[in-house]
């Protein structure tokens, strides 16, 4: 397929923010058409916010159902907007989100070459946005590997780690908000521990979190209160389940067999754990029990990583549980119902 203004490209289109000297009252106004998406060829424009598209209907059709039958629908002459003697359809979606898409449709060998490498965040938001509106399940599926990459084992729930980078343009906020946006309920648990992990919070609700190019963004204030209570409930099953053992040692009730060596390096491990606050990014981490573990005697260390083994995968099964989600095994993504 041929195109006035089609370049070959590297990488996707650039997600910074767009700016624009024209005036608040007209810069709704001003429609313009995309310097990479406007093919000579193209029998379908799209405008999506003040950005138009000129593009192949064969194209988006082959990937999205609804996209086929909205383009096989015979539409009434009358009062339909026609440019260059295209038809004119509008979307109410993101102009960015429909870039990036269309970088992907048009450009899947560069894609695919890349596919080794983490995407970032804004194309797989893209992805996933219009890959469930649109029912473009092969898009949807592969946007939804971006916030996926957490760990889904107690035992490395404070790694939050995802298959996509943020970019110069995106930070964990933007994650966050992503994710209650499209209700993929299957990450939030495992979301909203490693949010409450950060060193940072709950500051960071207020502050925000701040992208590479000086962006700033915040959680949604609707969360606040459920990530600051269900810090509350955490902490307390932290005493209850992973540390009960921990914070009850008594030398002359365990197997312990020094107990003059063992019974500082309990209190060490205590204030480490629980001073000056709660420290919820220790608790699902080996390294503080690894160190206490080699400072105690044997009986102790198996003792203890028994028992906090077993606390950590109850309180992970508890997890959604303790944020009001369902269970494990009933979380749902792109739950709208």
């Known amino acids: 397929m041929s195109g006035t203004s089609q370049r070959a490209s590297p ?97 899947g060998v560069q894609y695919r070459l890349q596919e080794n490498t983490r995407p970032h965040l804004n194309t797989v938001a893209a992805l996933l946005r219009l890959g469930h509106k649109y029912e473009m399940a092969d898009y949807r599926d592969h946007g939804r590997r971006g916030p996926y990459g957490f760990h889904h084992a107690a035992a490395q729930a404070d790694r939050h780690v995802m298959w996509a980078t943020f970019g110069d343009t995106s930070s964990f906020s933007d994650l966050f908000n992503l994710v209650m946006e499209l209700r993929l309920e299957t990450v939030q648990p495992q979301l909203f521990l490693s949010t409450m992990c950060r060193p940072d919070f709950p500051e960071m609700l207020w502050t925000g979190t701040t992208a590479a190019d000086g962006n700033v963004s915040k959680i949604s204030t609707s969360m606040h209160g459920a990530l600051i209570m269900g810090k509350e409930k955490l902490c307390q099953a932290l005493r209850d389940d992973i540390f009960d053992c921990i914070l009850h040692w008594e030398p002359d009730h365990s197997a312990c067999t020094s107990p003059a060596r063992c019974e500082p390096e309990y209190r060490k491990l205590i204030v480490n754990l629980f001073t000056p606050v709660v420290q919820l990014q220790k608790a699902f981490s080996s390294k503080a029990m690894n160190s206490f573990s080699q400072a105690v005697c044997q009986n102790c260390s198996i003792t203890a990583k028994q028992s906090v083994t077993e606390g950590q995968e109850a309180v992970w099964e508890r997890l959604p549980e303790i944020f009001g989600l369902p269970n494990w095994d009933e979380l749902k993504d792109f739950n709208f119902d």
């Open 11 to 107: 990488a996707p289109p650039s997600a910074k923010r767009r700016r624009t000297n024209l005036s608040d009252s007209n810069a709704e106004e001003q429609v313009v058409n995309s310097t990479e998406y406007w093919f000579s060829d193209g029998n379908i424009i799209l405008q999506v916010e003040n950005t138009r598209f000129r593009v192949h209907k064969s194209v988006l059709a082959i990937h999205s159902p609804i996209l086929h039958d909205m383009f096989s629908v015979p539409q009434p002459p009358e009062g339909e907007e026609f440019v260059e003697g295209c038809p004119v359809v509008q979307l109410w979606d993101r102009a960015e989100d429909w870039e990036l898409l269309l970088w992907i449709s048009y450009r």
